[in-house]
């Protein structure tokens, strides 16, 4: 094995995050705590490993991953020998804090205990506790078997050796780590994302165009180019003074909102929360895990022609 990690939180991420380790190698132990989640979990990493068997992007059997991950309840006993722990329990402050004071106290003095938190300080969550230093933001993207970066976010008292070592345990995992190195709030990922998502409501709201258009302009141009060339690179293509100029001209216009749109709300109104729902901006009669397994199956595609 490469190593020894404990996920605690047994939920959408960590259940991949389970099957990630576990496909390269890593003595896993899945932690939550409630039962029903364990065997929940269970049968969502079955179906991840033979997914990612399916479309041929590794070569490990589905039998030998489960036999990597143990399953259990008890959190302090289980990460006790663990190198390296990611918790991604409910996105709550105080819920971290209290789980985090849990493994500063069970853990070895040298573990690595990382928190999946996709926007929440790291600094607020290590505030108080004498591991702080060993205590570092490790957001993956999700799913988190098929997208590569994973944010490494420093807080004001981790250490450069967690850092460090949080880096080689994403690289041996076949990930690569952008290293965030100001905790500010949403990091990288989210602060880009949440800034897409903001226009794009703001056009929509004020009738630019439709929400259909909208999200194939993102999706069938935006985003595809972008998975080929960042922002930077499309920058650096198009020419800085063109940018510059354009730039100028525009932001002046964008949307800058500090509340979230009013679409928000008229949609939950309606009760269109999502796909569980079977509506959200878009009407869905197919079962939610087959609207992700789509989804899925087109970024497998993906990685698969652009790792060639």
């Known amino acids: 094995m490469t190593g020894v990690v404990a996920v605690v939180g047994a939920g959408n991420m960590g259940h991949g995050l389970a099957a990630h380790f576990a496909l390269h190698d890593w003595n896993v132990t899945l932690i939550d705590h409630r039962q029903s989640n364990l065997d929940n979990a269970r049968e969502r990493i079955k179906k991840v490993t033979q ?5 041929e992007l590794v070569s490990v059997l589905p039998k ?8 259990t309840l008890d959190c302090a006993e289980e990460v006790s020998d663990a190198e390296l722990v990611i918790e991604t329990v409910s996105e709550d402050l105080d819920t971290k804090r209290e789980m985090f004071a849990t493994l500063a106290d069970s853990t070895e003095d040298d573990a690595v ?20 230093n060993r ?22 008292e981790t250490s450069d050796e967690t850092v460090d070592r949080t880096v080689t345990y994403l690289e041996t995992v076949d990930r690569t780590p952008v290293v965030v190195k100001r905790d500010v709030p949403g990091f990288v990922w989210n602060r880009i994302q949440f800034a897409v998502i903001r226009e794009c409501m703001h056009l929509a709201e004020k009738g630019v165009a439709s929400i259909e258009d909208i999200n194939m302009a993102v999706r069938d141009g935006y985003a595809r180019r972008t998975s080929v060339v960042g922002p930077f690179e499309t920058t650096d293509i198009a020419g800085l003074d063109l940018f510059e100029t354009n730039a100028r001209n525009l932001y002046p216009y964008l949307c800058d909102d500090d509340e979230p749109s009013i ?4 949609y939950l109104q309606a009760n269109h929360g999502g796909i569980e729902d079977g509506a959200g901006f878009f009407e869905y009669d197919i079962p939610p895990e087959e609207v992700t397994h789509r989804r899925d199956k087109q970024l497998a595609a993906l990685k698969r022609v652009l790792d060639e």
């Open 135 to 156: 205590i570092i933001g490790c957001h993956w993207w999700y799913p988190p078997y098929l997208l590569t970066p994973v944010e490494v976010i420093r807080g004001e």
């Open 64 to 71: 030998s991953v489960m036999n990597s991950i143990s399953f």
């Open 113 to 132: 205990l990382a928190t999946n938190t996709s926007g929440i300080p790291i600094t607020d969550i290590a505030a108080g506790n004498d591991a702080a």
């Open 51 to 55: 997914f990612q068997d399916e479309m």
């Open 263 to 266: 679409l928000f709300e008229k």
